[in-house]
């Protein structure tokens, strides 16, 4: 796994350019210490350890889910109460830490997404000269699918014992898939990466 700075760099840093830009103090402005929004953040009882605060004065994060106890089986179970049991995990469409059944709902429900997919697997094969903000190029060869096999040509249509078992009963029990076939069990927010990897510094934007 190479140096990931996704989080950082498209989502935490646009959201506080975005909310300083709302409070009225764009960057380099510097944001009173009485000013602050309050940001909600889905992550679940089962990810209390990725709860965390904003490393800003001017962000207060809470954690609703969290605040009343939901577990990702009771969110599971609530989507479906109102007919929402479709709702997919939160993930970038290039995502290395998607598992073969995320893999194969792209492909065969997004077919123009899962070209572009393709294409973006294919084109960090030999590496980019922008890997890094300092122009360092990947080494070796990069691929997205943990076969190491371009994603056209990887095993996405395996299925585990895990998800067959996942078939037969309610969609509850299915959730502790194994992370081969089903991803890193932890989603992913803007606060939190599914890898668990602290964010880079770089994106505070602090007052």
């Known amino acids: 796994m190479s140096r990931r700075q996704c989080t950082g760099q498209y989502k935490i840093r646009p959201i506080k350019e975005k909310v300083r830009a709302l409070l009225g ?59 929402l049991e479709s709702t997919p995990k939160s993930a970038c469409l290039g995502c290395p830490y998607h598992g073969n059944a995320q893999w194969r709902q792209l492909r065969d429900g997004s077919p123009e997404e899962w070209r572009d997919v393709v294409a973006f697997d294919a084109a960090i094969r030999s590496g980019n000269a922008r890997a890094t903000a300092e122009g360092t190029p990947l080494l070796g060869q990069a691929y997205l699918h943990r076969s190491r096999r371009p994603l056209d040509q990887a095993p996405i249509d395996r299925v585990t014992a895990h998800e067959w078992s996942g078939r037969q009963g309610d969609i509850l029990d299915a959730i502790a898939d194994a992370e081969l076939e089903s991803g890193d069990a932890d989603g992913c927010s803007p606060w939190a990466c599914r890898s668990g990897t602290p964010v880079t510094a770089g994106f505070d934007l602090a007052a």
Request: proline letters at 7%.
């Open 25 to 83: 103090y764009p960057h380099p402005q510097r944001v009173p210490a009485a000013v602050f929004v309050e940001q909600w953040i889905g992550i679940s009882t089962d990810e209390v350890h990725r709860a965390k605060d904003a490393d800003v004065a001017y962000m207060k994060n809470r954690f609703p889910l969290i605040e009343h106890g939901f577990s990702r089986s009771d969110c599971l179970r609530l989507l479906r109460s109102r007919g």
